[in-house]
């Protein structure tokens, strides 16, 4: 491709027949490939055409070729905000990593907690990038924002309940961020946000 | 009034005539009254009545008897994220003091800037109940919620613009916060604010 | 905890494996513990790792360890509007119960049948707090307010349709009580009611 | 008209012009007419061409000819929550008067005093149909329409502040009323519900 | 009841054991009773307790006793706008003929195709009052509201996708209604379009 | 312009003086352009620039070269469903005809008077393209959609108060309508509906 | 039928059994049918009584008589952004030339990919009227728009996630096109803008 | 600033007192400082604090000192998808120009006429981050992201009208945008955006 980065596959909304057409496509030209939001039904349609690719099922993400290059540029360093934030922030972090960026994955350090957030500091200020997946009440990127100097990419997921309406309450927190230096993407969109982040943090 | 508490009159869709009217019932009855969010081409209207009364031009707030009742109960301790939202904690305030309680008011103490949050820690640990008016992300309901054992009282404001919607995006933050012990009221309800918090702090 | 009450987990959206590996620690721990909106498919990764722990299906709650702690404070009354409310007004009762106060819980007392309302006037006026679980219109909580001079917790279900918009209504219905002293959480957060109440009627 | 009811023009939209020229056609006609949403800067429209009719500025209504027909069919009883909700209401009683109905209104019976409600409740009983002009929590026609068997039509004002969505959070409750038996019109729609209650009530 | 019409369940948010315990307790007081929006998990709890109550599976409902009482008062004629809203519309004259009243149904009658509305005029002015089920553009209503002179009752349905938004679409047509004369209930609210409906035709 | 169809330029969010240097543009070029959505402080920068242009106050527009081409292709019937549409109908209708459609213009056919509609059946089928300007419940587009064969260009108007929420009421409506061959534009876009209408009835 | 153009039904609402039956009416009566949005469970009660009809299952559509009339009219080229977006574009070709047009169908022509748009423009300059189905951002109608003359039809999809809210966002978009000439159909809805589209194209 | 970054002060919600209490702070400070969406009666206030600042009135952007540091890092181009969206622009390209970046600013390259975005592809394949102004559809972030490699920043704007809703279309456009490395930002939000790709193009 012509940015050398991936192409990527948004498989959900596709049948497994239309999945399998491009799997086999990626395997006749040798494209580097992302698959992304990859229902159980269709992990096979990618595997049979590209047996060596590396499937996380956590991050519902298949990579071709398996092996992510080597790094450059500088360091994207991920964090969610609760365990349920996972999958998000793994999507994150790994097509950052296949697009050529060393990464680092933070785990449960909502603001409800201050403390854990404050123990990454160092962490924080070496990055390049931060990207934060956050629900329920998406304050987490505002918080970060105000401790480092870089952006912070900002990705609101679905978990929550009731007014958390699918998203929209942590996706309002993070575009009404009282700190700057916020970019959002959309709701549940680990693949985007990693993207931005990697080309954020690009040579 | 049965529960020992003043009564309240909401002043802005009524006409100044309507005002009026109500003053003078207040005048003769000797109800002690909180007249809230007084328009401008109001004022007169409840100062003929009351020459004496309270007039908060901040607040949007007309109180009488004008001196507050000596204070019971529990410290109400009132932050206000930005100096925009000060008007609305104001009226919180003041109507936490009318209804009898010693209070505390904390200006500009943004999640941006944490280090203003926790410099407030031992006021905010010393409250019996902590009332928060932030707009935009309204994140720091949660924040603070996460650092007092007391019950948080958050009043979404309107400040902001675009994606804020008038209050929308903090007022679900607030709903959603990540905390425990947050307890929400309308959009720049700083009365219903501070009237909870006054009775939450109660005897 | 430093606050003195169990920490909680919030089930739903985790998997049942990463919900049996917090229950592991747990018990590893000893931490007292609410695991809240406990799915079918996840309870028996809580009681694997906390046999004793006491499963509530209505609630949809575990709670460990299994009784309550001798009630301190004031008395937390729960309401439930309709029958069909019961399984969030029972989350905020046993919630309020395992943080260590005294509950009484009163279901079908909706506005419809007023009747129903008033013949609880002495108990509810006993209470340091009301807890009012109510869907569709949500009329309950204001109708409460007016009648007590303690705080009403306002807990929005999603008991409805149509218009309900999942407990929208109700939500804005509480947002704007027109009765003062009404404190909204979340649509259908039984926990955070709960714990809100438990926090108001302590010590 | 067919109907044998007065026809009616929604003012607010058209320029003086055009609603001067209207008044025009109806003199001319000697159609029974009543002008609603009559802005400050129309009342001359109409008046210029109709001396004679009855111009009420609280309803912002013009009735033509000034004089409502005898009452005949059954009473219409309406309720006006707040003294906020009173130019809606009237604009509903004078409807159905000029309609041709005997009407009695109430002004200030909230839910937050329900002692005033009940107070009504033999009136309230003797009605064919019940208007209710209400904002914020709408919470009135529920608790009203529990008490009576006739209809109660249920007019949502815009009065309230954030969270009331300029009368979408009364409308909400409204049209969720827990008590069967509510007819709900468009809010601050004081000229349908009169409308409506004066058809129920005919004949 | 009081008011002398049946009681009514609203089943589908209920466990079926709630719904048994209750139909117990109809059959054990002889209450005329109507259960509403019967899952089909839920109709045997209705029937093992009342073995002779009627259950019409279009319109999801069960009544006992199962025949009508005689009908008194004037007719209620139900519009259905296509095949799909006939659940709605079926539930609306059930309800509507154990409350006492004659009714006849009409399927079929869009405003696509006018003819077919038209074709009805007749049957429409012998009605005291009129009972429009709609879904997508929700237009019936004002078109029917037009050609007669009592009082319409809209049901908006949730028929229709996409920018149908689950009724909200036909709701705020019939809100909006250009003709006067028309009472709006909840989305799919057959059963309290019918009982509306009985009200107003009653004696 | 490779189209042959006039430049338009939009007013409305443009300073004067931005307005004013565009018509400098036009009047050096010799572009025909419609300007649209013109304020009535706008008026004059257009008009200094080009002195002959036609200025349409009803419809905001101002054309220019001032007469429009000799009709080409089909006619366009243009309908307002009431008086308070006819700004936007008669910007579609000046907005046609300067494209190079012959056009018809009818007023107040909305659908509380099917006969009125009715009347113009014949004018209707001869139509290529029919555009119908319509607030409130948006139902006439339905109508007569269902009465021609030819394509209708449907433009929601913002006519109306509370429930139609500025148009969004007509523009569900008509995105739901049940007569297939409508086409709709935005709120209040005169300009759009008849740039559509001349496109359609072309050549 | 009158207007020389198949009949439709939507299957999608209906019962099997209401299906079966108005398909046993197309077959008795010989009209021309197409049957839209069938689903899976419903497809051998259409076959059953019409056992020659053509089932299309991408489009989800079954057409009666199978083979559609000799074109005439212009070129209908129809656009699907993405190959998610296929099955909306497919049901939108086959209606158009069942209604009697010709048709070019182009898949994948995203905006993200401005070559692959551009690389059509001789096939877009030949069409009569362009029919453009796209989801997520719903960009390319305000693209293609710019390049012809002719009307776009645009059919926003439900493709997407997150904040593309079902079809909400490319809705607007497309409603707010900034360039003339975009007529909006419904989300999803193939049906109706190939309805359009053949209508536009007729004669 | 530990940033390095000036401060910024958001002026409009704040009363002309407050915001010249501020600058009198900045002044005796001598901290670098942005104050965004000044008021017209707000510019004295900060003028006189500081006399030699630098008053922007399309931004709205006063900036002390009144000179950019000498720019390091990549350049920023911004574009302005029509005249309308200037203000943005133009408040995105001061903030970044004062944060340290070198700028571009190119204005009235909407999707309508796509041979002018076409015309500055080298300028935006320079830029080390693009940053985008655009109302009504939001397209154009779609576009360009899919003809650079870099980082695009979108600032949906409110221009537009009706449909348009204040800046939710180009908003849920951008958000959904089919090119990856789209990062969004408030509505309006000039300031923000400038910020953000001030950042990005950093060192
Ligand atoms: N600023 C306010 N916001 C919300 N509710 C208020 C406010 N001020 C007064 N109220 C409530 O509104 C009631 C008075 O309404 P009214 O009789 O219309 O003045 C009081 O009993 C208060 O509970
Ligand atoms: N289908 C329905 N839709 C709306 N309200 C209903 C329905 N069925 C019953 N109701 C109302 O809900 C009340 C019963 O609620 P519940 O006690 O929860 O069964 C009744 O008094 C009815 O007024
Ligand atoms: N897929 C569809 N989307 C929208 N409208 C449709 C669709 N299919 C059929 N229709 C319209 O709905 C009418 C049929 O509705 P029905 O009688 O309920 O099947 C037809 O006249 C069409 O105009
Ligand atoms: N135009 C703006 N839009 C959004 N945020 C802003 C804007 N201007 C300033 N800010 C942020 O708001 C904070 C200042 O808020 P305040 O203290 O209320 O002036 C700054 O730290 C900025 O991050
Ligand atoms: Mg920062
Ligand atoms: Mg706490
Ligand atoms: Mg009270
Ligand atoms: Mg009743
Ligand atoms: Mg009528
Ligand atoms: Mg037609
Ligand atoms: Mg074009
Ligand atoms: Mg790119």
Request: aromatic residues 2%; contains cysteine.
């Amino acid at each position: 491709a012509r940015r050398g980065y991936p192409e990527a596959v948004l498989c959900e909304p596709k049948t497994p027949d239309q999945v399998a057409a491009i799997a086999a496509e990626v395997a006749a030209a040798g494209t580097p490939t992302l698959f992304t939001r990859v229902r159980e039904d269709q992990v096979d349609a990618v595997l049979t055409a590209l047996p060596d690719a590396h499937h996380d099922a956590v991050a519902r993400l298949v990579a071709w070729p398996p092996q992510p290059p080597a790094p450059t540029g500088g360091l994207v360093v991920v964090l969610s905000a609760g365990t349920s934030d996972l999958a998000v922030a793994r999507e994150a972090e790994l097509t950052a990593r296949h697009l050529g960026r060393a990464t680092e994955l933070v785990v449960d350090v909502g603001v409800a907690g201050l403390h854990r957030v404050l123990a990454q500091l160092d962490l924080l200020r070496s990055a390049r990038v931060v990207v934060v997946a956050a629900g329920m009440d998406g304050a987490l990127p505002s918080v970060v924002a105000g401790l480092v100097s870089c952006p912070v990419v900002a990705i609101p997921t679905s978990v929550g309940y009731g007014a958390a309406f699918g998203g929209v309450a942590p996706l309002l927190s993070m575009l009404n961020a009282c700190s700057p230096g916020v970019a959002v993407v959309n709701i549940d969109n680990g693949y985007g946000g990693g993207h931005l982040a990697a080309q954020i943090a690009a040579g």
